[in-house]
């Protein structure tokens, strides 16, 4: 795997990866792109062989505690193991490598955070220590940790998904603690930028009731909606479009990372659950009145359930931000279709660009069994007809435009 090399990068290493999943590898890849000293541990032999192998970085095969003789106990430790095991690595982490700053990635941050606090002396009582494999972190081991979180990621883990790139242009959480000291803060927001992320930061409670909502609700509900498919007909899934593709999309990801995740979040989750649930009760009380009666007429009732919903999800998707950071932006429509044939989806960018139009996003859909795909484009809306006009011109045909 080519590595793309990275300028300005402040983040010197030695640098530990604990953990090479999806993330881990990543990170670990984005990093040796940009000639930093990485080295790998996993307790999967074979994962651990497989991120070697594609250049993440040095495995330590006698285990990653190998890793102060490299490192004298300095560096940054990057924990990027599932949330249910993390907090007990990163105390154990804080007590091997003494001077090293350490971070997890975990998706979930508070339980993350409370397992470290419990291998603290200074914050519980001595049987909870006891129970660490490095009893009696201090308050100044706790200062050189700092949690985090890479808003990334794919449906498909492990490190053979892995991808230095992943995490260009995408959030990245800092979450101190109140213990945090501002040199580690820093060394992980460095981090955060010299794999390409754009750092925020959050505290634990603020970070878990964020990720709730945009993320780990969404992952149930796409769950939810894709069981549906599993008993249904062949004939109703031959008729699945681009819709029910975007809206089930996730819920191939991994089902063993995503129990621990919403475990370690289920009352943030549950709370918007409810929520849910009861929008739900009410579209469906509103259904079972009845749809079109004898004469015609919508039954009471029936429409209003239905606008409530709909209206309310359109002010939910405008509040989105959009490619330049604000909301989301009207945008003309242009629809190409798109010859199934190599070479075609890039000539119609390649044509784009000679008639000078910028692609805001694009949305690919296709019709099982079909020859063509449908391109749908946003753009400029003032250039919408004139764009249409300059591709008709090339050959390309159209299939509808609209603003939205």
Not at 43 to 50: F, G, R, V
Not at 180 to 189: D, E, I, K
Not at 256 to 281: F, P, Q, S
Not at 362 to 371: D, I, M, R, T, Y
Request: proline share 5%; with cysteine; glycine share 12%.
């Amino acid at each position: 795997m080519a590595l793309i090399q990275r300028a300005e990068v402040v983040t010197t290493g030695p640098v530990l990866i604990i953990g090479t999943g999806l993330i881990g590898t990543s990170i670990a890849l984005a990093l040796r792109g940009s000639g930093v000293a990485v080295y790998l541990w996993d307790a999967s032999p074979t994962s651990l062989a497989l991120a070697g192998d594609m250049g993440a970085g040095t495995p330590l095969s006698k285990g990653f505690q190998s890793f102060v003789d490299v490192s004298h106990g300095s560096g940054l430790v990057v924990v990027a193991s599932p949330p249910d095991v993390s907090g007990g690595i990163v105390a154990t982490c804080l007590k091997a490598f003494p001077r090293a700053v350490v971070t997890d990635v975990a998706s979930v941050k508070e339980a993350v955070v409370g397992d470290v606090f419990a291998s603290s002396t200074d914050l519980a009582d001595e049987g909870e220590a006891a129970a660490t494999e490095y009893p009696g972190l201090t308050g100044s081991d706790l200062a050189r940790y700092v949690g985090s979180h890479p808003m990334a990621g794919r449906a498909r883990s492990g490190a053979s998904h892995a991808d230095g790139d992943l995490f260009i242009g995408r959030p990245w959480v800092i979450v101190p603690t109140e213990h945090s000291c501002p040199a580690a803060v820093t060394t992980v927001r460095n981090l955060a930028v010299d794999v390409g992320a754009v750092p925020m930061e959050l505290g634990p409670v603020e970070h878990d009731e964020a990720v709730a909502l945009v993320s780990h609700v969404p992952q149930l509900v796409s769950s939810l909606l894709a069981a549906r498919l599993a008993t249904a007909s062949s004939d109703a899934l031959g008729l699945a479009g681009q819709g029910l593709r975007d809206t089930t999309r996730i819920a191939a990801s991994d089902p063993g990372l995503w129990t621990a995740i919403i475990a370690g979040n289920a009352d943030k989750v549950a709370g918007i659950l409810v929520d849910l649930r009861d929008d739900l009760v009410g579209l469906i009380s509103g259904l079972q009145a009845g749809g079109v009666q004898a004469d015609g007429a919508i039954a009471p009732g029936v429409a209003g359930a239905i606008a409530k919903v709909m209206t309310s999800g359109n002010q939910g998707v405008e509040r989105i931000p959009g490619k330049h950071g604000d909301s989301s932006r009207r945008w003309g429509y242009v629809e190409v279709l798109v010859p199934d044939e190599p070479g075609e989806l890039g000539r119609l960018f390649s044509e784009l660009g000679s008639i000078g139009v910028n692609i805001e996003d694009l949305v690919l859909e296709h019709s099982a069994g079909q020859p063509v795909g449908l391109a749908r484009l946003m753009i400029e809306p003032g250039v919408v007809e004139e764009t249409q006009v300059e591709l008709e011109a090339r050959g390309w045909r159209i299939a509808s435009k609209s603003l939205r």
